[in-house]
């Protein structure tokens, strides 16, 4: 009775590690996890921001709603993803509406990407480096394994 | 180190001698001081510091300072003496004798050879212990203690207090055995099933932990997802690189103060005796991971961690420790093996009636019943019938011995086809079998010298691996960026001198070390009585490896030690050579002399019938004399054929060659004519020419010691393969010690084989003194090896074994350390992950265990060849 309840017991966790085996690897292929800054559920965040042709100062950005503390963050289009830092605000947890992120430079793609970053390091100071994504604090948010990011056309 | 300072005193004084315990020493100058104090105080005689055994031994006239005083006097040096009491008195014996005792505990949850080193010295200091053995292998301590001052209770307390288990083994094995150690086997069992759930709890925390923080998909995927799961069910914002850590945290904290609780329970006792052992490396290694870890997991958040390594490594170490202790379960097989040969139950008769009972409930005096294939139950003495018994289990003779009427059994010995009763003579603890297990045991239990050169090393080994390793982080530390920048495998040098210190602390472990000896013992004791040699000491077994020189006494040794009948001849025509003998078997019948015994056991075996003799005398100093019928028949010397006017000279020349082989020559005559000889000899053993010839190819000198005159003994010695000048005859028992002793003075090594009846002085003498015959209780007692047959072959499987052990050991050494060689300086170089380290580390225990096992496969050369 005993011998068999732990083969019992043996199987099933065989087959619990088979599975979460498969799984994972099924889900690797599918992204590239590495990647993924902070995960919140969808309903806790969100970014919109319209298409804004002729932009060049600073990009607006009509909502946000935000979990904690965190950075709107305005890159260059590197060929779909994000490139140069060109624009950074702060923003207060909760909903904010109609805010303008000043840019730093000359926009030199036909779109930019905002993205919304925690400001989880040192408050009030951007810590992010794409070359070291995974000891940076300030990452960007991730609802179900999509980075919180809008495309922003800019050309004229 | 040792000293003595001796005041002159007057012979008539009497004097005690006490033993104290010392603390507080550190060199050889410290002795000195106490030595010197001490001379300087009224009344001491003489003061003994011993620095490597911690002990005072003070020779005092109890007139006029007392046990107190001299603590007191110590005290005042600067040092704490604790009296061990009084350990013998000289002179007129003004000492007192304390109610000395000894005591086998069964110890648990010993780890390395510094945790026996924790456990002696914990039962050392407690006040009234004077000796405290442990054997790691055994897994017991053997503690002699002074019942006036400390209790069994108090021993235990001193070992559980000490972070270990304990219970009492009984001392004297019953003849059944097997409930003798069930406390220790429930005790061993308590623990490695303790430590099987910590192993199951470590690893399946330790194992996800590593998994889901080191192997890519899984340390990707498995955060994130956990993560997202954690966002959806709970709300809140979560970074899947602070959830894998938080992973680590929950799944390594349990191991690391539940499983691993044991490490710092060891590591705090060892610290209380300001010691250090493998708890102390594996708590501080894996402590060195987890805190810092913690650390990066709240404070210093963009730094990695390391709870795997902690985890892992607390599991590789259980694991290995469980491998080990099953491993080392085997090492004591031959005395499970020797247990499990007692019988359960006996057939007694009482009051008439045959009746099955268990053989505790055997008493001295029962006449018991043995079928054919049943078991012996017990000893005793046959009474009616007579069988062939197979005592190859006790003495590894493998031919079954005839048994008659008058004969010795064994108990566990199998009776073969015929029935027997017999009367008991030993039950319980004082069977041979009781015996032999108790002898086995207590020879497993001892330590072999060469084991202070494993002590010795792990002594210091542990504070030198814990300098080195805070040498090895702070060179990674501050020189590790400039010297080996591509080595830093993209950790911060902080990180990185972290991981390689904890690595070096890990792998240096000496646990190898300490099981080096105790196992190979136990193997070579065990696999000793299997073959039919007792080894009493872990001492006999290491020192008989050296014998350079083997003295054989002549008598019941090298020969059977009984004369018998090798010849017997007709003087001319007279008389027919059946005749003679008869006439002059019939005569000795009468006679008590030993030669008589031989020719009338001659005539037994051969079936001659024996007529009345009349008129019978023994002419003392010449022969016997009487009318066998009605025949005038003299046996004797050649006086006393010159008493009785015979002239035997025509057969002389033939008389004097058979004496020159060694052979006692009896003449008889008939009716004045002479009849014929017989001629009587001791005969060499079948084997012992065998014996002598392979011990002089293993390059040892052989020697045959006699009382008899040098003709005899060298007409032995020749049989025996033994040259001339190798025979020391016409030595009196007195003398054979001294005999013994000029061959030690030739820088010999001598093992001394005899029977331990009349050789004990010399047995005594010899550096190994090797007793024939197990079945008498003085050869039990005697000699340091106990041949358990009378085969000289024994010898040489004695010797062998005893070689085959030491290069067993030896071979253990090279495993032990040479792994720690490798291992310290390629950890130092940072090419080797600290949980590695810690399952290589574990694993060199199972190597050396596994080393001393395969000393189960020796075979006697002797017996492979027969």
Not at chain 1, 50 to 59: F, K, L, T, V
Not at chain 1, 110 to 116: E, N
Not at chain 1, 127 to 137: C, K
Not at chain 2, 209 to 214: D, I, L, Y
Request: charged share 20%; net charge negative.
């Amino acid at each position: 009775m005993r011998r068999s309840a732990i083969y019992g017991a043996a199987a099933l966790v065989t087959a619990l590690a088979v599975w979460l085996t498969l799984w994972t690897f099924s889900q690797a292929r599918a992204n590239d996890f590495m990647m993924v800054g902070v995960v919140v559920a969808g309903e806790n965040v969100a970014l919109a921001v319209e298409d804004q042709p002729g932009a060049a100062d600073s990009i607006a950005v009509s909502r946000v709603l935000a979990p904690d503390d965190s950075w709107l963050v305005v890159h260059l289009d590197d060929d779909g993803m994000p490139g140069k830092r060109v624009g950074l605000l702060r923003v207060e947890e909760g909903e904010s509406v109609d805010l303008v992120v000043p840019l730093d430079e000359r926009v030199t793609s036909p779109d930019v990407i905002v993205a919304l970053h925690a400001d989880r390091g040192q408050r009030g100071t951007f810590e992010f480096d794409m070359d070291a994504f995974m000891r940076s604090p300030d990452k960007p948010y991730f609802v179900d394994f999509e980075e919180v990011a809008a495309v922003v056309a800019v050309a004229q | 180190m040792e000293n003595t300072m001796v005041r002159e005193h007057s012979p008539d004084v009497s004097a005690s001698e006490a033993v104290f315990g010392v603390t507080g020493m550190t060199c050889a100058s410290c002795v000195a001081v106490i030595e010197k104090t001490l001379a300087r105080m009224p009344g001491v005689l003489s003061a003994n510091v011993n620095l490597a055994s911690e002990r005072l031994t003070v020779s005092y006239d109890p007139a006029q300072i007392d046990e107190p005083g001299i603590a007191a006097a110590v005290k005042a040096a600067g040092y704490e003496a604790t009296p061990l009491g009084a350990r013998s008195s000289a002179h007129t014996g003004g000492g007192t004798s304390t109610g000395s005792a000894r005591v086998t505990l069964g110890v648990t949850g010993m780890t390395c050879s510094s945790c026996q080193a924790v456990i002696e010295r914990t039962l050392a200091k407690v006040h009234g212990v004077s000796e405290a053995v442990v054997n790691l292998a055994a897994e017991t301590a053997t503690v002699t203690f002074d019942t006036d001052v400390v209790s069994v209770d108090e021993l235990i307390g001193s070992v559980i207090e000490a972070g270990y288990g304990a219970v009492v083994l009984p001392d004297a094995e019953e003849a059944g055995g097997e409930s003798a150690r069930d406390l220790q086997r429930e005790a061993q069992e308590r623990h490695t099933r303790h430590q099987r759930n910590l192993l199951i709890l470590s690893a399946s925390l330790a194992i996800p932990a590593f998994v889901f923080t080191m192997v890519p998909p899984f340390m990707d995927v498995i955060p994130v997802v956990f993560s997202t799961w954690l966002a959806n069910t709970f709300g809140g914002a979560w970074d899947p690189h602070m959830v894998m850590k938080y992973i680590g945290l929950v799944l390594a904290t349990p191991v690391q103060f539940i499983a691993g609780a044991q490490f710092y329970r060891g590591f705090w006792h060892a610290i209380k005796q300001r010691m250090g052992n493998m708890d102390t490396l594996i708590a501080l290694g894996t402590s060195a991971a987890y805190f810092y870890s913690l650390a990066a997991t709240f404070w210093l958040v963009e730094e990695p961690v390391f709870y795997e390594v902690a985890a892992m490594l607390i599991t590789f170490v259980i694991f290995g420790k469980l491998l080990e202790a099953r491993a080392k379960g085997r090492t004591g097989d031959a005395i499970k093996k020797l247990m499990g040969l007692a019988a359960k139950t006996a057939r007694v008769v009482r009051g008439g009636v045959e009746a099955d009972i268990p053989v505790e409930q055997v008493v001295a005096g029962d006449v018991v019943v043995v079928r054919p294939g049943d078991k012996v139950p017990v000893d005793g003495v046959i009474v009616e019938g007579s069988s062939s018994v197979d005592e190859s289990m006790l003495t590894g003779e493998s031919i079954p011995v005839e048994k008659h009427e008058g004969d010795t059994v064994i108990g566990a010995t199998i009776n073969k086809l015929g029935s027997f009763k017999f009367r008991a003579t030993k039950v319980g603890k004082d069977t041979a079998l009781a015996q032999i297990i108790k002898l086995v045991e207590e020879a497993q239990g001892s330590k072999a010298p060469i084991q202070r050169f494993a002590d010795y090393i792990s002594s210091y080994f542990v504070p030198a691996v814990v300098l080195l390793a805070i040498v090895t982080f702070a060179v990674w530390l501050f020189l590790g960026p400039t010297l080996f920048p591509d080595a830093l495998d993209g950790f911060t040098p902080f990180v990185k001198a972290l991981l390689v210190g904890t690595a070096v602390l890990v792998i240096a472990c000496p646990c190898a070390l300490g099981l080096a000896t105790p196992t190979a013992i136990m193997v070579g004791t065990g696999k000793g009585a299997e073959n039919g040699v007792l080894i009493k000491s872990g001492e006999a077994l290491e020192t008989t490896h050296k014998t350079s020189a083997i003295v054989f006494d002549k008598t019941g040794t090298l020969t059977h030690g009984k004369p018998v009948v090798t010849e017997y001849e007709p003087f001319g025509d007279a008389i027919g050579r059946e005749e003679f003998f008869r006439l002059a078997a019939a005569l000795e019948r009468s006679s008590e002399h030993p030669l008589a015994e031989a020719i009338v056991n001659h005539a037994k075996e051969t079936g001659v019938e024996l007529p009345q003799v009349s008129g019978f005398a023994a002419v003392p100093g010449h022969g016997v004399e009487g009318l066998v019928d009605g025949r005038s028949v003299v046996l004797g010397n050649r006086k006393l054929m010159g008493r009785e006017g015979i002239d035997i000279s025509p057969w002389a020349a033939r008389i004097e060659q058979l004496e020159g082989e060694g052979k006692t020559v009896m003449l008889t005559a008939v009716d004045g004519v002479p009849a014929g000889l017989i001629a009587v000899a001791d005969t060499l053993k079948e084997n012992s020419r065998e014996a002598v010839e392979r011990l002089r190819e293993m390059g040892v000198e052989v020697y045959m010691i006699t009382g008899d005159n040098r003709l005899t003994a060298e007409a032995i010695a020749a049989q025996a393969g033994i040259p001339a000048d190798h025979v020391l005859a016409e030595v009196l028992p007195e003398h054979k010690a001294a005999e013994v002793g000029k061959l030690q003075g030739r820088g010999l090594s001598v093992a001394m084989v005899g029977d331990g009846i009349n050789d004990t002085p010399a047995l005594a003498q010899a550096d190994i003194g090797i007793a024939m015959g197990a079945g008498t209780d003085v050869a039990m007692e005697t000699g340091g090896i106990v041949l358990m047959k009378d085969d000289l072959r024994d010898v040489v499987t004695a010797i062998e074994l005893s070689r085959a052990t030491i290069r067993r050991i030896r071979w253990n050494f090279v495993w032990a350390l040479g792994y720690n060689s490798l291992g310290i300086p390629i950890a130092a170089l940072g090419l080797l992950r600290p949980e590695l380290a810690g399952g290589a580390m574990a694993l060199s225990s199972v190597s050396v265990v596994t080393s001393s096992l395969l000393l189960r496969r020796f075979k006697p050369s002797l017996r492979k060849a027969a």
